[in-house]
């Protein structure tokens, strides 16, 4: 037989998803695994956006949907929200957004809409895993920007410039981050502005966390600064905030030229977001937030439990976060790596966390923690960590 495709063998599979898959898979073989892998919210999609998508099964929006990028209401529906709350403005919203089966194939559509072979896409680490395979796959170069964990991994301007070449095309940035649950300052959003306006670049904006915000804090959206809505593909989707994982629902946000190409690219390789799902969009962006910001409080105070609990445990260090539904603990003092330490943690306590390589190198010595877990799951997590942490 010929070989196979080097450039997919050349990349690594989900590692999140892989972990996860295999959280699962001890569950169902019976182990008592608390799986704290994947970043899927243990709530369940709010009903009325489950009515509204089987109202319109019933209906007929079963086949493919007209236009193919999504329906009219849907799309005016995100336009709005994107004006009303992100001060992002969408004069033409059939011709500026395109909605897609998920954030992830939005951010793999905007890459593949900006990069030429061998462009170079600055990658601020630690990084969603994601992010440097779509960009290897859209025919780029992912340059990782690292960032130091003990600055609480804080994004200098001076960083981003000494990474920049002649064939720095973009940057993505992920504000909430996962995995750190960081939220950009306004210095640091300023600087990625400063900075993508002097060397012309490109700006993918992942905002799939932005509802989950603590602590009062707000989102700003990269695309509504002075100068950026040209330059910004911001993406989006109902994945986390609003608890529907499944559903496949998720944004591209742009110029028209852009979403010209993102269409044309969507048109060839899955055709449309399923038809039903998008009549659960317009139920959730129309409908009522509070049951949104119910489930955001309660990460919030998970995170307080969670944060308090680590740290009192000796050899676990926790900061706090700003936003998102992972902690990203280190363990000084251990002298394993993460993938060690995500290893021992799996044998010895029966908690799956994904190790902190998996989002680069500057995520080495720490393992993500997804908080989308019931409380109960992260007391007995707590419990079992307190009695094996003196051996890790
Ligand atoms: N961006 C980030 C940072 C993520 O963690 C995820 C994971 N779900 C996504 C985008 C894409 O989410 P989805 O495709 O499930 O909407
Ligand atoms: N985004 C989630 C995570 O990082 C879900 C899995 C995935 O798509 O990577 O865990």
Redesign the pocket.
Known sequence: MKPLSTLVSSIPSSPTLAVNDKAKALQAAGYDVIALAG?DPDFATPPHIVEAALHAMQNGATHYPAPMIGIVPALEAIASKMERENGISIPDPRHQIIITP????A?YLALTAVLNPGDEVLILEPN?V?YKPMVTLAGGVPVPVSLPSGDNFHITAAQLREKITPRTKALMV?TPC?PTGRVLTQEEHDDIVAVAAEADLYVIA?E??EKLIFDGRSHRSLAAAPGMAERTLT?N?L??SYAM?GW?L?WLVSSKAIIKLATKMNSQAVSCAAHFSMYACIAALNGPQDVIYEMRDAYQARRDFMVKALNEIDGISCRSIEGAFYLFPSFPGSSKNSLELADALLDKAQIAGTPGIAFGQSGEGHVRFAISTAQHDLERAVERLAKIAHAL
Request: proline content about 0%; hydrophobic content about 25%.
């Open positions: 970043g998920g954030g992830k194939w951010l969603w994601s992920n996962n992942d799939i966390y993406v989707g994945t986390k994982t496949r998720g």
